[in-house]
């Protein structure tokens, strides 16, 4: 017996080696994340910049910068740290899945420390009480003067947000509306497509100065003061970068430094950033046109690779190896039966836990987002594009493929030398059909902040207060691309058929 046991010591031995390994592994993992900021030199940051005066864009020398209070506080943490500030602006509702593949290194877009979100992330201690108020239009005002008064009535919020966790838990009999971005929600209540909305009472104020057909409704929402603290989010296991984050936070409200960034970014935000359509368009112009060239890059790219792979894709469906065709026909049918959305956030989460894509910006679009959104896109359009070309090859007439056989080529050849070109030139329209949908679904990425054209409308909105404007702008630099190129198309269409007939 005590042989035996002595033969399995070095077992034993290394298992116990193991774990302690482990341990100190985990222990490290946990404690790197200050270290790692360090090493880089850059503190990378997430935020929504559409919630003034926490967060929000203005031009600088014909440049978006992202400003607010949040914002200033997240450069006093990267100055005490002696490193770079890094900072990324997408949807709300975006920032937690990605601090959870840990693409930030932590996220300021006025959390609340939900138990929910303490389950899947880290959060500093808070930094600011922010209360909410009851936005609505003077003319129900009147009528909403409690909060049995919202019974039954349609309350918006943003999606994801501390408001909207404000709209479920105290304001339970209300039918709520959660939307994407704050300043939908401000535009749904200024036209009247629902009855109020849950907002933060700093950004209230500011919208106010902007609609004068909106006001605070004298409701009291009764929420305790830890369900208003609002906090900075990091991955789960930053512990060593989130004490010393907290101890930035606590010296700085020794200081008193809160309050006078507060007030700062108050007075910044008051008004917007243009006061006419015109203004807005001269400011913001270079940003629109910015957006539409990345809208219309991203479309070349990803009609071009969806073109190539489509064609892959009709040659294994018409193959006659059935196993091949199985696969082709069940790729189609999986990407023609989800939403592009859908797919989109699949490839862009999916892609950051199985390799790493560096951070690079590329004329102001970070390679990390668009490099994924492509892949989605482009994978999309495959599968339509592999059924346009596969009727595009069974219209043609077999009599060509005979003719290439007897001329002694194989059955590649005379796909590649015969049958295509003719298949091409057939289906032409519909291939210009799918770039002009490509260049509106580009508008997809604009979900994981790649800044396209759509991306672009969604932050002058937020830093003009003009919703409908912003949108009129966009819809017709929309309209003038695609007429473009239907125009292209159609042109080169009349080329094609002039040249099959000389």
Same mark, same amino acid.
């Given at each position: 017996?005590?042989?035996?046991?002595?033969? &399995?010591?070095?077992?034993?031995?290394? %298992?116990?080696?193991?774990?302690?390994?482990?341990?100190?592994?985990?222990?490290?993992?946990?404690?790197?994340?200050?270290?790692?900021?360090?090493?880089?030199?850059?503190?990378?940051?997430?935020?929504?910049?559409?919630?003034?005066? &926490?967060?929000?864009? !203005?031009?600088?020398?014909?440049?978006?910068?992202?400003?607010?209070?949040?914002?200033?506080?997240?450069?006093?943490?990267?100055?005490?740290?002696?490193?770079?500030?890094?900072?990324?602006?997408?949807?709300?509702?975006?920032?937690?899945?990605?601090?959870?593949?840990?693409?930030?290194?932590?996220?300021?877009?006025?959390?609340?420390?939900?138990?929910?979100?303490?389950?899947?992330?880290?959060?500093?201690?808070?930094?600011?009480?922010?209360?909410?108020?009851?936005?609505?239009?003077?003319?129900?005002?009147?009528?909403?003067?409690?909060?049995?008064?919202?019974?039954?009535?349609?309350?918006?919020?943003?999606?994801?947000?501390?408001?909207?966790?404000?709209?479920?838990?105290?304001?339970?009999?209300?039918?709520?509306?959660?939307?994407?971005?704050?300043?939908?929600?401000?535009?749904?209540?200024?036209?009247?497509?629902?009855?109020?909305?849950?907002?933060?009472?700093?950004?209230?104020?500011?919208?106010?100065?902007?609609?004068?057909?909106?006001?605070?409704?004298?409701?009291?929402?009764?929420?305790?003061?830890?369900?208003?603290?609002?906090v900075i989010a990091f991955p789960k296991e930053s512990t060593a970068l989130i004490e010393r984050v907290n101890e930035i936070i606590a010296?700085?409200?020794?200081?008193?430094?809160?309050?006078?960034?507060?007030?700062?970014?108050?007075?910044?935000?008051?008004? %917007?950033?243009?006061?006419?359509?015109?203004?807005?368009?001269?400011?913001?112009?270079?940003?629109?046109?910015?957006?539409?060239?990345?809208?219309?890059?991203?479309?070349?790219?990803?009609?071009?690779?969806?073109?190539?792979?489509?064609?892959?894709?009709?040659?294994?469906?018409?193959?006659?190896?059935?196993?091949? &065709?199985?696969?082709?026909?069940?790729?189609?049918?999986?990407?023609?039966?989800?939403?592009?959305?859908?797919?989109?956030?699949?490839?862009?989460?999916?892609?950051?836990?199985?390799?790493?894509?560096?951070?690079?910006?590329?004329?102001?679009?970070?390679?990390? !987002?668009?490099?994924?959104?492509?892949?989605?896109?482009?994978?999309?359009?495959?599968?339509?594009?592999?059924?346009?070309? !596969?009727?595009?090859?069974?219209?043609?007439?077999?009599?060509?493929?005979?003719?290439?056989?007897?001329?002694?080529?194989?059955?590649?050849?005379?796909m590649r030398e015969i049958i295509l070109p003719q298949a091409i030139r057939n289906i032409l329209p519909a291939l210009g059909n799918e770039?002009?949908?490509?260049?509106?679904?580009?508008?997809?990425?604009?979900?994981?902040?790649?800044?396209?054209?759509?991306?672009?409308?969604?932050?002058?909105?937020?830093?003009?207060?003009?919703?409908?404007?912003?949108?009129?702008?966009?819809?017709?630099?929309?309209?003038?691309?695609?007429?473009?190129?239907?125009?292209?198309?159609?042109?080169?269409?009349?080329?094609?058929?002039?040249?099959?007939?000389?």
């Amino acid at each position: 017996m005590e042989k035996r046991w002595l033969s &399995k010591w070095p077992i034993l031995l290394l %298992g116990l080696l193991i774990v302690l390994t482990g341990s100190i592994k985990g222990y490290a993992e946990e404690d790197d994340s200050l270290q790692r900021v360090l090493d880089r030199g850059t503190l990378i940051v997430g935020t929504s910049a559409d919630n003034p005066p &926490k967060e929000f864009i !203005r031009m600088n020398n014909g440049k978006e910068e992202i400003v607010g209070f949040d914002i200033d506080v997240a450069k006093e943490i990267a100055k005490e740290l002696g490193v770079e500030l890094e900072i990324t602006n997408m949807k709300f509702d975006g920032l937690i899945p990605s601090i959870q593949t840990n693409e930030f290194d932590m996220a300021l877009a006025g959390f609340n420390p939900t138990p929910e979100r303490r389950e899947i992330v880290g959060f500093s201690n808070p930094y600011h009480t922010l209360p909410f108020v009851i936005l609505t239009t003077k003319d129900k005002a009147e009528v909403f003067t409690s909060v049995d008064s919202l019974t039954g009535k349609e309350v918006a919020a943003q999606k994801g947000s501390t408001q909207e966790t404000i709209l479920n838990d105290y304001l339970g009999n209300a039918q709520p509306v959660a939307l994407g971005k704050l300043p939908e929600v401000i535009a749904e209540i200024n036209a009247g497509t629902v009855d109020a909305g849950v907002v933060g009472w700093l950004t209230a104020q500011n919208y106010l100065d902007v609609y004068p057909n909106l006001t605070i409704a004298d409701v009291e929402i009764e929420v305790p003061e830890e369900k208003t603290a609002q906090v900075i989010a990091f991955p789960k296991e930053s512990t060593a970068l989130i004490e010393r984050v907290n101890e930035i936070i606590a010296d700085m409200e020794e200081k008193g430094m809160m309050e006078d960034l507060l007030d700062k970014n108050i007075e910044l935000a008051k008004a %917007g950033d243009s006061q006419d359509s015109q203004s807005m368009l001269k400011t913001y112009g270079p940003l629109f046109l910015k957006g539409a060239l990345t809208t219309i890059g991203v479309a070349v790219v990803c009609v071009l690779f969806g073109t190539l792979l489509g064609i892959l894709i009709a040659l294994l469906r018409i193959s006659s190896n059935k196993l091949l &065709k199985a696969l082709a026909t069940f790729y189609i049918q999986v990407l023609r039966g989800t939403p592009a959305l859908l797919q989109v956030f699949i490839f862009y989460f999916g892609l950051s836990m199985i390799i790493s894509i560096p951070s690079v910006h590329v004329w102001g679009v970070n390679l990390a !987002r668009l490099i994924p959104g492509c892949i989605a896109l482009s994978i999309n359009s495959s599968a339509y594009v592999a059924e346009i070309i !596969r009727s595009g090859i069974n219209a043609v007439d077999k009599g060509q493929s005979e003719a290439g056989y007897s001329l002694g080529l194989n059955k590649w050849m005379t796909m590649r030398e015969i049958i295509l070109p003719q298949a091409i030139r057939n289906i032409l329209p519909a291939l210009g059909n799918e770039f002009i949908s490509m260049i509106k679904e580009t508008s997809l990425l604009s979900v994981i902040a790649v800044s396209e054209l759509m991306f672009v409308a969604d932050t002058v909105k937020a830093a003009t207060y003009r919703t409908m404007e912003s949108l009129f702008i966009a819809a017709i630099i929309y309209f003038c691309m695609t007429c473009v190129v239907s125009l292209l198309v159609a042109r080169f269409e009349k080329k094609l058929a002039r040249s099959s007939k000389s």
